[in-house]
């Protein structure tokens, strides 16, 4: 099963930016799915952004559409979420996760069979 560990987030302005990136191990990174999710104080984790094994398509969640952008590198096993324009209910914990091999994409959690532990992002209005 892969590992995954994500890095990159941190405290920022309203309408600044931040890159997460996922760091993957113990896998062949190449053969999963990866997507990246959020929980916030209180509410269900939430859907963000997905990518399929290849990079070739990728899904937004509406209110992320055009100021997010999921990215892999399968060379340097790792997935990328840039995040522009960021507003205070982008506030949450991020999590990095994987499919099981060969899945294509998905939007569900349930879907996704490895976790990273997260990384806080606050954006402060």
């Known amino acids: 099963q892969v590992q995954l560990v994500e890095s990159g987030g941190g405290l920022v302005q309203a309408g600044g930016s931040l890159r997460l990136s996922c760091a993957a191990s113990?896998?062949?990174?190449?053969?999963?799915?990866m997507g990246w999710f959020r929980q916030a104080p209180g509410k269900e984790r939430e859907f963000v952004a997905a990518?399929?094994?290849?990079?070739?398509?990728?899904y937004y969640e509406d209110s992320v559409k055009g100021r997010f952008t999921i990215s892999r590198d399968n060379a340097k096993n790792t997935v990328d979420l840039q995040m522009n324009s960021l507003k205070s209910e982008d506030t949450a914990v991020y999590y990095c996760?994987?499919?099981?091999?060969?899945?294509?994409?998905?939007?569900?959690?349930?879907?996704?069979?490895?976790w990273g532990q997260g990384t806080q992002v606050t954006v402060s209005s």
């Open positions: 990518i399929t094994r290849t990079g070739g398509t990728t």
């Open positions: 113990g896998g062949t990174f190449s053969t999963y799915a």
């Open positions: 996760a994987a499919t099981a091999p060969f899945f294509r994409i998905s939007r569900n959690p349930a879907d996704f069979r490895s």
